[in-house]
């Protein structure tokens, strides 16, 4: 983070991804070593995946870990999924942690205010019908089934979009990366079969 800040890069891509330290001032790149990542670092044992987990239990236990919270824990959950233990959690299709964004674009799905709350399994459940909804128009369109965290992820791009369609707020522009991305294919065949 060092480096970064010191070639003038950006330390964090997007600031939905700023762990913040509340009451602390100073140095991002230190704060978030110190009071997150040395502490994590220190109690890996603890929050790891292990043999037994499921994506939910292994998101209730490092969302459990100071300043990280649910929707960083969702993050970390739908990278490591991919990975190690976690590649055949019973639960690989179905987990999801909402966020900001997807809590928004649910509503905007559903023609609610933006701001109207949700409990998380109130949430989950309507994350489910969607996707269940939006499978036929996926087939049709010859796009692999979603799973749950794609789907979530979804909605907080669509209300990302309509908040700049509708003119509520700004957004970045877009920059292809230079490279190209793995086939999603393989990516799904290395975490396990597709259910159809």
């Given at each position: 983070m060092k480096r970064r800040k010191h070639k003038g890069k950006r330390l964090v891509n997007s600031d939905a991804y700023k762990l913040i330290v509340?009451?602390?001032?100073?140095?991002?790149?230190?704060?978030?070593?110190e009071f997150v990542l040395d502490p994590l670092w220190a109690d890996r044992d603890q929050y790891r995946p292990r043999h037994d987990d499921t994506l939910a239990s292994f998101h209730g236990r490092l969302a459990s870990a100071p300043y990280l919270g649910g929707f960083y824990a969702g993050q970390v959950a739908a990278d490591v999924k991919y990975v190690g233990r976690l590649r055949h959690a019973p639960d690989w299709w179905d987990f999801a942690a909402s966020g900001?964004?997807?809590?928004?674009?649910?509503?905007?799905v559903l023609r609610r205010s933006t701001d109207?709350?949700?409990k998380e399994p109130e949430w989950v459940e309507l994350l489910q019908l969607l996707r269940k909804a939006i499978e036929p128009t996926l087939a049709k369109a010859g796009?692999?089934?979603?799973?749950a965290q794609d789907v979530q992820n979804c909605l907080?791009?669509?209300?990302?979009?309509e908040?700049?369609?509708?003119?509520?707020g700004n957004g970045r522009k877009f920059v292809p990366s230079p490279k190209p991305l793995p086939a999603r294919d393989s990516l799904y065949r290395s975490a396990g079969k597709p259910r159809s």
């Open positions: 509340s009451g602390q001032a100073g140095d991002l790149a230190k704060i978030q070593v900001p964004g997807s809590r928004r674009g649910l509503n905007r109207a709350p949700w796009i692999p089934n979603l799973h907080c791009e669509f209300d990302k979009y908040r700049i369609r509708l003119g509520e």
